[in-house]
Structure formats: C-alpha cells, structure tokens
C-alpha cells in the first residue's frame, strides 16, 4: 500500500457497474488500489469498464454479469467470492432502476415489482449473501446509493420512491445490527449528476448543468477509508463536495 494507492490488496464489489456512478466508483476504487469485482446486465458495458481499469491501473478487473432482479444469481455472487478470495473489504451498491414516472394507481404490476426487487429487494439479498465475507475483513464498508425521493416523495416518483425508502430502511436496521462488528454500514445521496437514469426522468434538462458521476469516486474512496461515524445519517455528496471546497485555499 502507498499513498497513491492506499486501498491496495482491497477487495471491492460494486453493483451497476457499467455506467453512472456504479462505473465512477469503480474506477475510483481501482484508481485507489482496489481489486475490483464488477457487477451489471451487459457483458460488453463490463468489458469497457475492464478496458479502462486495465488502462489505469495495469490491473484486471474480476467482471460478473449479473441481473439484480435475479436472486439465484446474488446467492451464488457470494459463494463464488468466498472461494475465490474468502473476505469483501469494500461493497458498493449502485445498481437500480428508475421505473415508470406516473401516478401511483397507473403503474402496472409487473413494473411494480421490478423496481421493488431491483431497489430494495437486491439490498436485503446482497447483504444476506455478503454479511460473512464483510466480517472476514479487518475493517468493512458497505455503500449504498440512495435518492433523496426516499424520505421525500413526490408525485409520479411511487415505485422509485417505496423502494429507496425501503432500501434505507434495510440498511439503517442492519447498520444497528453491525455496531459491535468492524462493519460500517452507510447510505450515500448523490443528488442530481449526469447520469442516463437522471436523462430519462427529466429528458428536457441541460446535463451540461450537472455533476458528472466521476465527481463522487473522491468521496467513495474517502468512505471506504475512513469510519464513516454516525450509520444512520446519509452522506449528502453535495454537502461534502461544498465542504471539500471550503476548506481549498483560494489561489
């Protein structure tokens, strides 16, 4: 480990990883050092992000197609880690999808589920699956990326909305459950970026105007170092980045 690569000998598992902020993270991470096992639907979209980490970093990544929806794939996720490496150091889930925007009594079944099992239901299986290799390490974090549209919905946004609700519901109760361990559990909000999720919920916006996702690898990296302190608090990148700025001295 150096100082340019402090998380070297890291093993970091991160979900949706093919684009977005999964993808930023994912080379952050590996930037920092990090192993990293990819995970996301498209095997072409993974073979980019291994292309670009093997630029950087002279180092492959481990790459897992994987759909979140399916929970067999999750449980064997796990299995297939312990054997291969027998502990997770860093987990990042980003994967998530955004649904339908429409009121709540016009979304079909099937939609409903969707986002349900992807947002939420994926969280609960990835910590089943991931809690033992977590604890194998001398000091975990787990990484959740959040909406602010969990605690405050608004109209149209019903599915997506439930399911980060119920995601950091998921994880602040586990987070309680991690206090004695050397787990730390923490639930981020990266706010508005420029992201094709956020292109399809507001196609009329400039994206020229928001963040680009690789602005947050800096805080990921930050937190996957670091005691993350208060579990049930979530980390506003926001906030962190207008921290960060503050304390720059001004040329």
Do not use: C
């Amino acid at each position: 480990m150096t100082a340019d690569t402090p998380l070297a000998d890291k093993i970091a598992l991160v979900t949706g990883a093919s684009r977005g902020i999964g993808r930023a993270s994912a080379l952050a991470l590996a930037d920092a050092g990090a192993h990293i096992v990819a995970t996301a639907r498209t095997q072409g979209a993974l073979e980019s992000l291994d292309d670009e980490i093997l630029s950087r970093t002279g180092r492959r990544a481990t790459l897992v197609p994987l759909d979140l929806a399916e929970p067999a794939g999750l449980d064997a996720l796990g299995l297939a880690l312990h054997q291969r490496f027998g502990r997770l150091d860093i987990l990042v889930h980003a994967g998530a999808v955004l649904g339908a925007i429409t009121p709540v009594s016009h979304v079909e079944p099937g939609l409903w589920d969707r986002v349900m099992t992807v947002n939420a239901t994926s969280s609960w299986r990835l910590i089943r699956s991931m809690e033992p290799l977590l604890k194998a390490s001398e000091a975990a974090r787990a990484l959740f990326i959040t909406s602010s549209l969990a605690a405050a919905p608004r109209a149209f946004w019903g599915p997506y909305s439930a399911s980060k609700a119920a995601m950091e519901a998921i994880v602040r109760t586990w987070a309680d459950e991690l206090e004695n361990s050397r787990v730390r559990a923490v639930l981020i909000d990266p706010g508005a970026m420029r992201t094709r999720m956020r292109a399809e919920a507001y196609p009329g916006e400039d994206p020229t105007t928001l963040p680009e996702p690789a602005e947050i690898g800096p805080m990921i990296v930050e937190l996957a170092l670091g005691d993350p302190g208060q579990p049930t608090a979530v980390r506003s990148f926001r906030a962190w980045k207008a921290d960060r700025e503050a304390q720059t001295p001004s040329v």
